[in-house]
């Protein structure tokens, strides 16, 4: 049976470990075992950000994307950032800033579910995109939390600034 009881035990995991943990906690927890449904909040406008948990280490977040959406290319705010794809699949697109101060793409990869990728600004900037015929689900643990990101405006072909937000936010777990 679902529980949120499953999500509480990841939260606690993430509060009791060191960030270099991180990874390893992710890549071998049961996600099946947690009960996602009262926190999907889907939108055909955008893809939606979904405050699971946050505290001055870390923040977990649900992203509920439609098919077809996307972010723009962006940055973390010096912060780490771990994406673990719930369901779906995904396209990750990275990205540098080249000699002549341009964005220029290069690499990307698919991914697909129960797949964990790592990104901070150290590594670039990035985009994910839903590819999938439907909808997608993803997990994302940043640390510490983002208030602010840069993302590349491309009708300015500059980065700005931009403050974050969340669409929801958790009531407590019971």
Known sequence: MKSSAYLQNLIDLLSDS???????????????????????????????RNCLYRDSRFELILLCWEKGQETAVH????????VYLLEGQ???VFYEMNQQKTLERVDAHHVVPKQLTFMNDRLGYHKLKNIHHGKS?????????????????????????????????PEPIE
């Open 18 to 48: 060191s960030k270099d943990d991180y990874s390893s906690i992710l890549k071998n927890f049961n996600f099946e075992a947690i009960d996602f449904d009262p926190f999907l909040n889907w939108s055909d406008e955008k893809y939606t």
């Open 75 to 82: 940055g973390h705010d010096g912060e780490d950032c771990w």
């Open 137 to 169: 689900m993803s997990l994302h643990v940043y640390a510490k939390p983002i208030d602010n990101c840069v993302y590349f405006d491309e009708r300015t072909e500059a980065f700005q600034k931009v403050s974050l937000s969340y669409d929801t936010v």
């Open 90 to 92: 995904m396209e990750e």
